[in-house]
């Protein structure tokens, strides 16, 4: 299903299958896309601000691909009280994106030899990640993964999100190129202690850095004890 008029709302409705952006300025609300091993919502235009809210994202576990369908990518989109789960990876922001008040969790498929992420960008100009739950039951890889593979990354702020679960976390990575001008504040980590799946947050940790640019760090606790974590 491809959506071509800008201004477009699709309101209420209940979809199976996959809805491809070609249009600005397009609202989903109030409503419920169902999947099975493709992407539930595609866009690829940074400026196309396409909205979903009050929706549900279903990929029904049946990710069979080797590298994780993300069921929402991959630029100029705003997400905000979303419920997606239940593919390989949840959501990829390559370009300008926002996801707020969000429950993104269970990444998962069939095969098991995907790297699951709940939140993976290889080339960002815009980022925002505001007061979600985002969590992975798996041992990898992330709930956020920033990781400069395919372009730079910048204008980064990952803000008040419950994070739990995955190898670490939270990922800040140099690769072909450079991460930079990062914000990562107010966030909480959960542990087993506190109902979250490992006792270090991640199964490794809380989170890995590896870039010449690391980002402005501070506030981030876990939620069980309000202990500050440290870089």
């Not at 609202?27 to 909205?51: F, G, K, Y």
């Not at 707020?100 to 098991?112: F, I, K, R, T």
């Amino acid at each position: 299903m491809t959506i071509t008029v800008d201004g477009t709302v699709i309101d209420g409705k209940d979809i199976a299958g996959h809805l491809e952006i070609r249009a600005r300025n397009v609202t989903i609300r109030n409503s419920r896309i169902r999947v099975a091993n493709v992407q539930a919502v595609t866009v690829i235009d940074d400026s196309a601000r396409l909205r979903i809210e009050d929706t549900e994202i279903d990929g029904q576990g049946q990710d069979a691909s080797r590298g994780g369908i993300a069921l929402i990518g991959r630029t100029g989109f705003s997400l905000l009280r979303v419920n997606a789960h239940s593919s390989g990876d949840i959501l990829r922001i390559d370009g300008w994106g926002e996801v707020q008040d969000s429950w993104l969790h269970d990444p998962n498929g069939v095969g098991g030899e995907q790297h699951n992420d709940v939140i993976q960008s290889t080339n960002a100009i815009y980022i925002r990640i505001l007061h979600n739950r985002l969590e992975n039951q798996h041992t990898q890889t992330s709930c956020i993964l920033l990781k400069a593979d395919l372009g730079s990354i910048s204008d980064v702020v990952v803000d008040s999100n419950l994070m739990n679960g995955g190898g670490y976390p939270f990922y800040w990575y140099d690769a072909n190129y450079k991460i930079t001008n990062g914000r990562v504040t107010n966030n909480r980590f959960m542990r087993q202690a506190g109902g979250g799946y490992w006792p270090k947050g991640g199964y490794f940790g809380t989170q890995a850095f590896q870039a010449s640019t690391l980002p402005q760090w501070s506030n981030n606790t876990w939620s069980d004890s309000g202990q500050q974590i440290g870089m």
